[in-house]
């Protein structure tokens, strides 16, 4: 009897948690919202999300919603030393099949969730204003990727899971510039078949020349 040929389990047939089909629900709710869905077709595409058992089963319920991208906001300068009451808060970042950015000055609560699944997704924290000492982004791509962009004065914590992909922290371009007040951000999630990076940069504008001297 000849030797079985070991398989790689496929992500697609991955179980999927109760975060995943919130991150799938909200996508119908705001189709829905924009009017790409009807009454009808959002109540039977939430039955199916919440009915869903793995990847493969998610994917197919928004493969024609294909999510607008959004415009990247003008940076401005300097930073506000507080962030002012217009300045918007997002408490999570999702892409399907497409691609989503969070760059210039925004709002970051202590708990914000990212989620790629076949797209990209970028949480720029350079110009961003932290609500907390502490943040947490709970952080997770299945083919597609998460990148996690800090300033010098950030402290980070990377705690994720590959699953024949890549979670971590990628070199930085800027050298640390840390004290015992630098806020800390915790990176959490998984990574299957995609990659899910952090990596420390200077502040937008920088000149190209100089990120590679350190």
Do not use: N
Request: negative net charge; aromatic residues 4%; hydrophobic residues 40%.
């Amino acid at each position: 009897m000849g030797e079985m040929e070991e398989r790689a389990p496929d992500p697609l047939s991955m179980r999927v948690s109760h975060a995943d089909r919130e991150q799938v629900a909200e996508v119908l709710r705001v189709a829905a919202g924009e009017g790409r869905l009807d009454l009808d077709e959002l109540e039977e595409r939430l039955d199916l999300t919440w009915a869903a058992k793995t990847y493969a089963d998610l994917v197919p319920i928004t493969h024609d919603l294909q999510p607008a991208v959004e415009p990247r906001p003008q940076v401005p300068s300097p930073r506000p030393a507080s962030a002012p009451h217009h300045v918007p808060e997002h408490l999570s970042s999702r892409s399907i099949m497409g691609e989503c950015k969070r760059q210039g000055v925004w709002r970051v609560p202590a708990q914000h969730t990212a989620f790629a699944l076949m797209g990209s997704v970028l949480i720029d924290l350079r110009e961003a204003v932290l609500e907390s000492h502490e943040t947490r982004i709970q952080a997770s791509a299945v083919m597609g990727e998460v990148k996690v962009v800090v300033p010098a004065h950030v402290h980070v914590v990377v705690d994720g899971t590959p699953v024949m992909g890549d979670y971590g922290q990628g070199k930085d371009k800027v050298p640390a510039a840390l004290g015992p007040d630098s806020p800390v951000v915790r990176v959490q999630g998984v990574a299957v078949m995609g990659s899910v990076q952090v990596q420390r940069l200077p502040p937008p504008g920088t000149p190209k020349k100089y990120l590679g001297t350190y």
